[in-house]
């Protein structure tokens, strides 16, 4: 009895600390935990979409900004972040000034499902499948044909992949998605 009782309070201990660790890396609007994408899967990721000096590049969900000053720095590309944690969005900003990237790159404080994603030609996401399933209409609609869309770890749902590619980086399988926006019919 004992042994049980100890295994469930460890139980009951270690989801409650989860939770902690999980609100703590979420603002309290977002929909999705703020997780880092591994430098080297940020560049498979550029890679995978075939970004250019002729891209602007979205990332959704931006965080610190690393995709899209990586595809600035890097690529030569244009990039706009959208984050709605008004600190990640600040800390972002203070990267690319100091990096010399302010005048290709911009970050908004803003609601991703609010994001006017007209100019984007690559859009970048690493939030959830429920989200990726509810942004697919969005992307659709506002992304000029041949833009690419890019996913890590999550699918669109029914919405098959063009490519699919696994990275190993970071001790674990990072999975890539590809998609390319179709002709509008």
């Known amino acids: 009895m004992t042994t049980r009782l100890t295994a469930w309070r460890f139980t009951l201990v270690a989801a409650a600390v989860l939770g902690l660790v999980i609100a703590g890396c979420m603002h309290p609007l977002a929909s999705a935990p703020d997780v880092r994408t591994p430098y080297p899967t940020v560049r498979a990721l550029l890679e995978l979409a075939n970004v250019t000096g002729k891209d602007v590049v979205y990332d959704l969900g931006s965080g610190d900004g690393r995709i899209v000053i990586t595809a600035a720095r890097e690529r030569g590309a244009r990039g706009v972040g959208v984050e709605i944690d008004p600190a990640l969005v600040a800390e ?4 690319a000034r100091h990096l010399g990237l302010a005048e290709r790159v911009r970050f908004v404080e803003q609601d991703l499902f609010q994001t006017d994603l007209g100019e984007a030609t690559v859009v970048t996401l690493y939030l959830s499948a429920d ?8 992307l659709l609609a506002e992304l000029k044909p041949g833009s690419r869309i890019v996913s890590h770890d999550f699918d669109m749902g ?3 992949p063009e490519r699919v590619l696994r990275v190993q980086d970071d001790g674990r399988e990072q999975v890539l998605y590809l998609w390319t926006v179709p002709a509008r019919r």
């Open 92 to 95: 972002s900003r203070a990267t």
């Open 158 to 160: 029914d919405w098959p």
């Open 131 to 138: 989200l990726n399933r509810k942004l697919r209409p969005k």
